[in-house]
């Protein structure tokens, strides 16, 4: 179907297992803010501003709420169904662009909150997508890093994201890396650079 398609139906499918109450790896969230989250980007322009920005986000959290007291089998449901056709992510391609990191990450968030998760098994398709959003959106998240930055992969992919001295390479399957640049800690990566150096750099990811 396409990354965000399946990411939106297996995150729908674990809604449904853990129920409204479980953790997320998103502070303050438990599963029925983030799906009520994801519902309000699709269906309530009004209150979309306040995600990105602080001086709106008072009215976007009011709605979020408003929207996390429904039922929850009617807010998984409408997670699952996505949005009206007439909402510009309804065509294949603009929701792939928009929405395939949104989903991965955020049913990542879910997964590693439960005890005792462990990665998913390879997939060439995610994979490859997830690397491509990785090396993508890191020139942006990582904008902010104090020292430069390469992704690598074990099988030998390698981008360099953010360009400074000295350098820190982080090692990792793509999914993992795509976590790390949107700064989640429940990762399973490695670092090779001066001590220093890596220190700076996970101290400053724990502020994205």
């Known amino acids: 179907m396409g990354l965000a398609k399946d990411e939106r139906q297996a995150l729908s499918d674990l809604f449904e297992q853990l129920g409204p109450d479980a953790p997320t790896l998103c502070e303050g969230w438990q599963t ?12 309530r322009p009004d209150a979309m501003p306040g995600i990105v920005v602080p001086a709106l986000a ?4 009011k709605v979020q709420d408003g929207v996390a007291a429904r039922p929850w089998d009617d807010l ?21 662009a928009t929405n395939s990191a949104e989903f991965l990450v955020h049913h990542e968030d879910v997964r590693r909150a439960q005890p005792e998760w462990t990665p998913r098994e390879a997939d060439p398709s995610r994979d490859g997508a997830a690397w491509r959003l990785a090396t993508r959106t890191a020139k942006l998240n990582l904008r902010k890093s104090p020292v430069g930055v390469v992704l690598r992969t074990p099988d030998g992919q390698s981008a360099s994201v953010k360009p400074g001295a000295p350098v820190v390479t982080v090692v990792g399957e793509p999914v993992e890396l ?27 990811k724990r502020g994205l």
């Open 32 to 43: 029925r803010d983030l799906a009520a989250h994801l519902v309000v980007r699709e269906h």
């Open 58 to 61: 008072g009215h976007t959290r």
């Open 178 to 204: 795509l976590l790390f640049v949107f700064g989640r800690d429940a990762v399973q990566v490695t670092y090779e650079g001066d001590d220093a150096a890596v220190a700076q750099l996970t101290g400053a």
């Open 76 to 96: 998984v449901a409408q997670v699952r169904r996505g949005p009206s056709r007439f909402w510009p992510t309804s065509i294949g391609p603009v929701d792939e």
